[in-house]
């Protein structure tokens, strides 16, 4: 299958978009060289390939969620620049 100037012509028009017809003959050449190369690896024996949705096996790197004793507020309130009442003081915003 080939993509003809005319095509490209169309879609630019569609798409609202001006080229010179240097630059149509260019994504002509480009487009035409991308649906060769797929029609090649069309060619490839494929049906016992089983179908991914990514290149490589991936496996969940989280750990489990368990349920653990939480940081005693003072350990986590140590570092704070200014507390109040057990909480982080922070600038208003609003």
């Given amino acids: ?3 003809t100037i005319s095509e490209i012509e169309h879609v630019a028009q ?17 487009l035409n060289d991308i649906l060769g ?4 690896l069309e060619e490839l024996d494929t ?3 089983e179908p991914t949705t ?3 096996e991936l496996t969940n ?3 489990k969620d368990e ?17 109040e009442q057990g909480k ?7």
């Fill in 67 to 83: 349920v653990k004793q939480s940081l005693p507020v003072e350990k986590i309130l140590s570092n704070a620049p200014e507390q």
């Fill in 14 to 30: 569609l798409a609202r978009l001006s080229f010179d017809p240097s630059e149509i003959e260019n994504f002509n050449r480009q």
């Fill in 47 to 49: 049906s016992r390939v």
């Fill in 88 to 94: 982080f003081v922070v600038p208003k915003i609003i």
């Fill in 61 to 63: 790197a989280f750990r």
């Fill in 54 to 56: 990514h290149a490589l």
């Fill in 1 to 3: 299958m080939k993509i």
């Fill in 37 to 40: 190369y797929i029609s090649k």
